[in-house]
């Protein structure tokens, strides 16, 4: 083998040695607040199971059957991906989802939730006495309502005389952003906790352990590629968005330019927590942009 075939092979080396490191550095930093790591969690009925449990405060809770990412296409309108639908075995149904930002978790979209679930529940010609009793479930990193609870209940009223309106519909809002010493902070604190030796929950630690071992069989870890390449698109898309978005502040055409180009370099070598970090530091930023000579 010639010298330059031996160096071509040494740097090919390296290179997939760095790649592998990337990735599981990325596999690492993912927490339950990631919604397509959540959904690869969830897969594991058991999981969806257990949150549900400590959410409803009902240990006897069991859930029948689930879809994690369930299309409910509208013809006439705008349809929704849900992350993961569920019955339980008295019937009702859930649906939970991940909202990192406020807007993404308004009372609009979970009144747009309730009623997509309704028209997809109901066939042609039953009596809407028929529809079981729902539950939209936003779980999200901040405290969107500002008044410092775990969780927030959102039923019908009516006014007048003060009493429920009993339409079966409920909307429920996790906080997971105030972690108290309770069932529910537990459970908070487990949703933002990167290594799964430190969760309280054993269930939701054990499928986490799982997901991000070495020890996946070859279907798990084509599931966790796939999450992967998830995550570059959706950073992609977003490092786009973000260097555009700073790039007209400051009203620089190349300022968009770097910021995508940025953007596309960290989302292609799965550097996902640089994405994040720099959104919100721009110290951190130039020293990317300098990285990589931008």
Sequence with gaps: MTQSAKNSNF??????????LEKRKTIESFTLMDDIFMRLVFEEKSCTEYVLQVLMNKKSLKVKKQYVQKDLPNLYGHSLLLDCFCEDDQGNLYNIEIQNTSPDAGPKRARYHAALLDIHYLG?????THLPESY???????DI???KKQLYHIERKIEEIGADFQDGSHILYFNTDCKQDNALGNLAKDFHRENPEEMQSKILSKRVALLKSRRLDKKGEQKMNLVLEQYRQKA???GIEEG????MEKGVESGKQRMALLMGILAEKGRVEDIKKAAGDKLYLESLLSEFGL
């Design 11 to 20: 740097h090919h080396t390296v290179k997939k040695d760095m790649e592998d």
């Design 124 to 128: 042609k010609g039953e009596d809407f």
């Design 136 to 142: 939209i479930i936003f779980i999200t990193d901040k």
């Design 145 to 147: 309502f500002k008044a």
């Design 236 to 238: 992609f898309r977003e």
């Design 244 to 247: 555009m978005e700073k790039g």
